[in-house]
């Protein structure tokens, strides 16, 4: 089992940049592959980023594709997400979650079985 805390969310201007993290528990961290989604209010929880346990692999929503990156650190058992050119419509609560299917990556929220608890991103306009 696994337990994920993000941090690094905030109030960021639009055009801005933040970045994410998600500390991982765990001695088999490098066993998961990782995802960020994201939920606005009044939304479903939308596909952002997703990443293989080797960090080889990487996959990204159309609309962030050349703006965010996600990375990890399997020695610091931590995922992020470098996220820049910042819009309002990146508002949401963003959430990272694992897989212990390391191999591939995955966009649909059911391939996820561990979640965290959410960070909040504010892009003012």
């Known amino acids: 089992q696994v337990q994920l805390v993000e941090s690094g969310g905030g109030l960021v201007q639009a055009g801005g940049s933040l970045r994410l993290s998600c500390a991982a528990s765990?001695?088999?961290?490098?066993?998961?592959?990782m995802g960020w989604f994201r939920q606005a209010p009044e939304k479903e929880r939308e596909f952002v980023a997703a990443?293989?346990?080797?960090?080889?692999?990487?996959y990204y929503a159309d609309s962030v594709k050349g703006r965010f990156t996600i990375s990890r650190d399997n020695a610091k058992t931590t995922v992020y997400l470098q996220m820049n050119s910042l819009k309002p419509e990146d508002t949401a609560v963003y959430y990272c979650?694992?897989?212990?299917w390391g191999m591939g990556v995955f966009f649909t929220r059911t391939a996820y079985e561990y979640w965290g608890q959410g960070t909040q991103v504010t892009v003012s306009s």
């Open positions: 979650a694992a897989t212990v």
């Open positions: 990443i293989s346990s080797s960090g080889d692999n990487t």
């Open positions: 765990g001695r088999t961290f490098n066993n998961y592959a």
